[in-house]
């Protein structure tokens, strides 16, 4: 059993490590949105088809994550708007035309493609029944109506061009604002549970669901050119891909980006058979797709690396908690211990894992180091509290006999705590697992992929292939660890189940 743990242990960790040494393969990465995904499948099968190698990282998600993910060489490449940028990575330095951005990204060691031909800029919605009712057609308008709800994507609402600065431009009263997933907003739209929205101008939505446009009366919103950003060294290491993505230059026009997201949104045609037929319609490439992936083939590689991602951080704060908790429970130091692991504890779980990029970078790496930080607390209070509660009488029985502290704490103590320490495992595991859905925003895979598919393509199905794996597995942990109980936790301390 023992051997099978190690073996098990050891292949978990080769499956973790990324094999950047010896993998010359393009590394692709995409935003959480449809749009920004279909490019990445664009760029992907470009890349294969200069006799290349593509891995795209479909969803990693916001501006900052992609963008310092490119500056450390994670990734080679990823879709990204002249305005976004501008705004985002040279705030505060003025820009004055295109050869200027180009010139600031290539002190960074950056490229930029020229425009791919169209224009998705920001815009705000509403319904048209709405708008019509308050007399609303421009965003200036909605100063006279102080009622309305706002609902907008999380990301506008902290950027650079986002709320803040259009709250602003235009003296807009509204405090009713919520932040909210953009997929998610043209749902509440639709269901009134909020007025105004922020919108892409290629949204498939925006036609779907009948909406009104406001007009930019004041231009607070920059253009919003499709590009590609890449690594300078891309030119030297592949030049055959940089010459086959600069024939996306001007070429996608705005009626057709809205057409290619509506067939993934509406039509649920999976992203890269859209960007292949567009490809072969465009520039007569015969793009290959990889045979669509069938539930059960999905459903093995999502737990895989979902196992990948719980195995090793349990097992790691398994190996660093119940050390931690005898310190605390035996020295002075006790509620500084629990006091540190409390706090890692009350740190937002999505916050943690971006807390971990800038050190760790994306991938398996940040999201086990997070799930293992976020693993510490039940092991080790349960550890603290097992040894802490046993009875005096207890102890001066283990001393009486002459014992030494190591042998008292190995052979009485630890024995007599195990049921609590079990119990703090099982926490652990659990707890473990539904926060590992959150690893594929930074690129881990896992049950969380599908989720986020899911809420992005409003697909409930794919939302079910991740969430009731990972409902599964938390019932199959726990009642993996209730068998080890009984194999490790002496029969004297085993709650006995009434007949």
Not at 68 to 93: S, V
Not at 314 to 341: C, E, N, W
Not at 451 to 461: N, Q
């Amino acid at each position: 059993m023992k051997k099978f743990l190690f073996i098990f242990m050891i292949s978990m960790v080769i499956h973790a490590i990324p094999l950047h040494a010896v993998d010359l393969t393009i590394k692709i990465g995409s935003k959480t949105f449809t749009e920004n995904v279909i490019l990445g499948e664009l760029i992907a099968h470009l890349v294969n088809h200069a006799e290349a190698k593509a891995a795209h990282q479909q969803g990693l998600g916001g501006t900052q994550i992609l963008w310092n993910a490119l500056l450390r060489g994670e990734i080679d490449i990823y879709p990204d708007y002249t305005g976004t940028i501008r705004q985002e990575m040279f705030a505060g330095i003025e820009i004055k035309d295109f050869d200027d951005l180009r010139k600031q990204l290539s002190e960074k060691n950056i490229r930029i493609s020229e425009p791919l031909g169209f224009n998705n800029t920001y815009a705000l919605a509403m319904k048209k029944e709405v708008a019509t009712k308050y007399g609303i057609r421009k965003v200036s308008d909605l100063q006279h109506h102080p009622l309305l709800k706002f609902g907008f994507g999380n990301e506008f609402m902290d950027r650079q061009d986002g709320w803040q600065s259009l709250r602003e431009r235009y003296q807009l009263p509204q405090t009713d604002v919520k932040g909210l997933d953009h997929n998610l907003a043209y749902r509440g739209l639709d269901s009134g549970a909020i007025d105004v929205t922020d919108g892409y101008s290629t949204d498939a939505e925006i036609a779907y669901y009948d909406l009104q446009v406001l007009e930019d009366d004041r231009q607070h919103f920059p253009k919003y050119d499709a590009v590609l950003l890449y690594r300078a060294d891309l030119q030297e290491r592949v030049p055959q891909v940089v010459t086959a993505l600069q024939k996306l230059a001007g070429n996608i026009s705005e009626t057709e980006m809205v057409k290619m997201n509506a067939r993934a949104k509406l039509d649920k045609i999976a992203e890269s058979r859209i960007a292949a037929d567009f490809l072969e319609t465009t520039f007569a490439i015969n793009a290959k797709v990889i045979t669509e992936e069938t539930v059960l083939s999905r459903f093995y590689k999502h737990t895989i690396e979902h196992l990948i991602l719980v195995v090793i951080s349990v097992f790691a704060a398994i190996v660093v908690s119940i050390p931690l908790g005898i310190l605390a429970a035996k020295t002075r130091l006790g509620q500084i211990i629990l006091g540190s692991v409390g706090i890692i504890q009350t740190i937002p779980s999505l916050a943690l894992l971006v807390f971990m990029i800038p050190l760790l970078g994306i991938g398996n790496t940040p999201a086990i180091a997070a799930l293992f930080l976020y693993s510490l607390l039940p092991i080790v209070r349960n550890t603290y509290a097992g040894l802490h509660d046993i009875s005096p009488q207890i102890r001066e029985s283990a001393y009486a006999l002459g014992l030494s502290p190591w042998a008292r704490l190995r052979l009485v103590e630890l024995p007599l705590a195990s049921r609590s320490i079990f119990a703090g495992i099982k926490t652990s595991a659990i707890i473990n697992i539904g926060f590992a859905t959150l690893g594929a925003l930074i690129g881990a895979g896992g049950y969380g992929q599908p989720i986020l598919t899911g809420i992005r393509l409003d697909d409930m199905s794919l939302i079910l292939q991740g969430a009731i794996p990972a409902a599964g597995l938390a019932l199959l942990v726990q009642g993996i660890f209730e068998l080890a109980e009984k194999v490790v936790v002496p029969k004297g301390l085993q709650i006995k189940s009434i007949d």
